[in-house]
């Protein structure tokens, strides 16, 4: 076997330096003429990310979560359409694959369709899936196109691509190692059949986005063909390179703005798939030197016999993230951009697992990476010119939730419920909160649907969706509010559902500069509540989240969110889909009086964290705050904090000779240090 | 006119004397060659005190205080809450920001760096 190690897929991700013919082509480019090719990569890169939404089945693909890339001829990313930052920089890494391994047997031509989704090669986890195509001009390669995307069904043990219990990867269903899938322009029909047998659970869904990713990738081969005949290979190599030139400098620039220092940021969840237990799901040391930095793992939990675990270039996609949208914004998506980044994995991790390890719920596990990256950044920023671009961290609860059997439309259905995923509140920012229900920290670009679009495509009814109130993190700047809705079985005698989510117990952002984290989310249930009977006799025929909590609906079932597959009789409630909000900014006694009086009135926030947590004087009859008195009860707050707290040293004393139950320490690794504790045993 | 860089908000670095301050009120933490959280005052809270348990039961809205408990960072003369985190009880605390004070020293004095309103830039033209 060659799957490669982890210093091959990070040294993959280093630009492969120019050659001297592209040097010579890339000084060539007169100005004017660069800077108009460039936008034409874009161009080119919009109208198939536009096909790829188009032509794709199942929700994560309508809603945009994918990326469309090209490359140069070596495999190196030189520009992309997202959608999602997830697959911005690590693709390099199979494509170099593809031509270390593949070309001499079975050979690389033109017509050719590369594909694979086994994150042991060099992806996230197996739903995201990969079609590469060479671009070919006059029997010289020119370079790749690539169209990624996520499906939610992979034929693993439990519906949705994603399973919470599997052990190891050989119960996640479709694992392909990057291989050739077609030639000539056409998928073979037996790669057809072996999706529609991995797929049976919702053949439409995989092999319609199958086909979606290889008409997306051929689209952008074929526009790249006609800028060869119309500006000449010569003209092409030179820009591509002068592109990974351009976004290499353009980052050491940006980080050669920061002061030097190091920043750490550490993060807990409470769950791995069905295990419950305190794991440090990113220990980040960050150290900024000059036009580079190292990001180091080290002190990250063990990995566990869950699929919450990934593999490094899983981690680095996720932290692509958060870069991409806040620090590296006006730089071209480029695998060079993160040239001048460094990792440490740590073996044996949980961001650095054995082979056989599942990976298919990476995107839980990176939750710690994507919160902590948020963190170190910000602090690194915050003291130059970039200051307004520091943000807390997103509340990347990531809660997806999966429903699967038979729909109204009598077709065979597993699929993600985008709603929730797309709704999270943002971070709140250095000048003001963070955007309510902004979207999925993911895919920065992904969209929400509507309520009635769900109602249409799944058996189901939504009694309410609405904001969810007090689910930011409290702060001067709040985070921002993530939705709740109602979901319940319509149409049809039954489904299936499961969630994969943790942060029932503990949440895994930190806030930043005195805010405060958002709240957790357990999994709730209306139990034995017939849903139809509900509507009709609720007066007005009106449900809330409000409503839900104080138990005017029924008696509630409260469990972790996180769940394995379970069967939903008909008008019974699915669940209480719940969308994370984002961490808080700064110390919440700063808050401006104003800006709270607008969240109660708005009922995004509640009285009783007007009261406790912002310390204002709030009138609910006249909806109103009484200024003079708010003033007062701050005053007090702040004398009160003075003389209840403990200076550090004669407090940490204390604090150093505890430790949590042992009970919940299984998955931690030793305390406090979170070593492995052994070696992670799958048959 | 001393030399304040913003580190945070509320949170400010005097470069002549390295030292930080707190951004609300001036007072002089300590040395900002250490943990700026050395010289703040530390509270450790309940979550459930911060984050209001709606329902009954284990999983409620509100972390778990046997799992994690909230540390909230003062500073000492005014009360401001310069600095949170959620640990678990015992966990060591975390010491999020270590600035290189030589370099930053080195590159302000080679005009590499420019401080302008509390905030660096960088000045292209010596970088």
């Known amino acids: ?207 319609v986005d199958l086909k979606a990713r290889c008409t997306t990738a051929d689209r952008v081969r074929v526009r790249l063909v006609e800028m060869c005949k119309r500006e000449g290979v010569d003209f092409v190599t030179g820009l591509f390179r002068r592109m990974l030139d351009q976004a290499e400098t353009g980052a050491r620039k940006r980080l050669l703005g920061w002061p030097d220092g190091t920043y750490r940021c550490v993060t807990f969840s409470d769950a791995a798939g069905n295990i419950r237990g305190l794991i440090r799901n990113c220990y980040m040391t960050l150290v900024k030197k000059g036009d580079g930095m190292v990001i180091d793992f080290t002190g990250t939990s063990p990995e566990n016999l869950s699929s919450y675990n990934a593999h490094p270039q899983a981690v680095v996609g996720h932290l692509a993230n958060y870069i991409y949208e806040y620090v590296f914004h006006d730089l071209p998506i480029s695998s060079a951009s993160f040239a001048p980044i460094d990792f440490i994995f740590p073996e044996a991790s949980c961001l650095s697992p054995t082979p056989r390890a599942a990976t298919s719920n990476a995107v839980m596990i990176c939750t710690g990476a994507m919160s902590s990256v948020a963190n170190c950044l910000s602090r690194a920023r915050y003291g130059t010119v970039e200051w307004a671009q520091a943000t807390a961290s997103m509340g990347n609860g990531g809660n997806a939730t999966v429903i699967a059997g038979v729909s109204q439309w009598d077709q065979p259905f597993a699929d993600m419920i985008a709603y929730p995923i797309n709704t999270e509140g943002q971070g709140g920012r250095s000048c003001c909160d963070g955007m309510d229900a902004y979207g999925f920290p993911w895919c920065a670009f992904g969209r929400a649907p509507d309520v009635e679009a769900i109602e249409n495509e799944f058996p189901m009814i939504i009694p309410f969706s609405q904001h969810w109130p007090d689910s930011g993190g409290h702060g001067k700047y709040r985070g921002g509010c993530g939705t709740a809705q109602f979901w319940a079985v319509h149409h049809v005698p039954s489904l299936y559902f499961m969630a994969i989510a943790d942060n029932s117990t503990v949440q895994t952002p930190q806030p930043i500069f005195g805010g405060y984290a958002p709240p957790t989310v357990p999994g709730i249930t209306l139990r034995d509540t017939k849903v139809s009977k509900l509507l009709q006799e609720i007066e007005g025929g009106v449900l809330d989240f409000e409503g839900l909590v104080s138990g005017r609906y029924g008696e509630l079932e409260t469990e972790p969110f996180g769940r394995t597959t379970r069967a939903i009789e008909g008008d019974e409630t699915v669940t209480i889909g719940l969308s994370t909000g984002g961490a808080g900014f700064g110390d919440p006694l700063e808050r401006d009086i104003a800006s709270i009086e607008q969240d109660l009135v708005a009922g995004l926030c509640t009285q009783w964290t007007a009261e406790h947590i912002y310390k204002v004087a709030w009138n609910a009859e006249h909806e109103r705050i009484d200024f003079e008195k708010s003033e007062l009860m701050r005053k007090e707050a702040r004398l009160l904090r003075v003389s209840e707290g403990i200076p550090f040293a004669e407090f940490e004393k204390k604090w150093k000779t505890r430790k949590p139950p042992e009970e919940i320490l299984n998955i931690y690794g030793t305390w406090p240090d979170a070593k492995p504790t052994g070696p992670a045993i799958r048959p | ?110 005009g590499e760096l420019l401080l302008e309103a509390g905030h660096l830039k960088l000045n292209e033209g010596k970088a």
Not at chain 1, 15 to 44: H, M, N
Not at chain 2, 25 to 52: F, M, W
């Open chain 1, 1 to 207: 076997m060659s799957i490669p190690t982890l210093e091959e897929k990070m040294a993959a991700l280093k630009v492969t330096p120019a050659s001297p013919y592209e040097r010579k082509c890339a000084d060539a480019l007169t100005r004017g003429a660069y800077e108009i090719a460039v936008q034409r990569t874009a161009d080119i890169l919009d109208e198939g990310y536009e096909i790829f939404m188009r032509s794709s089945r199942s929700s994560m693909g309508v809603a945009g979560d994918s990326i469309v890339a090209m490359f140069n001829a070596s495999g190196d990313l030189v520009n992309a359409s997202a959608g999602t930052y997830l697959h911005a920089i690590i693709p390099p890494i199979v494509i170099k694959y593809i031509i270390k391994n593949y070309s001499e047997n079975p050979g690389i031509k033109d017509g050719d369709i590369f594909y694979t989704n086994d994150a042991l090669y060099g992806g996230i986890h197996n739903p995201d899936q990969v079609a590469i195509t060479p671009v070919f001009f006059d029997e010289t390669l020119v370079g790749w196109t690539a169209a990624l995307s996520h499906t939610t069904e992979t034929g693993a043990k439990e519906p949705g691509g994603m399973p919470v219990s599997a052990t190891s990867r050989f119960e996640e269903g479709m694992n392909l190692p990057p291989m050739k899938i077609g030639k000539n322009f056409r998928i073979n029909n037996d790669i057809i059949e072996l999706f529609r047998a991995f797929g049976i659970r919702a053949e439409a869904n995989v092999t």
């Open chain 2, 1 to 110: 006119m001393k030399q304040i860089l913003h580190i945070g908000d509320n949170l400010n670095i005097d470069l002549d004397n390295e030292q930080w301050v707190c951004g609300k009120c001036d007072h002089n933490i300590g040395p900002a060659s250490e943990n700026v959280k050395y010289g703040l005052l530390v509270k450790e809270r309940d979550p459930t005190e911060i984050h209001q348990p709606l329902i009954s039961g284990e999983y409620n809205f509100a972390p778990n205080p046997d799992w994690i408990r909230i540390l909230e960072f003062y500073c000492p003369q005014c009360g401001l809450q310069v600095e949170t985190e959620y640990l678990p009880p015992g966990h060591p605390i975390t010491n999020t920001t270590e600035i290189d004070l030589l370099s930053l020293k080195s590159r302000l004095a080679s």
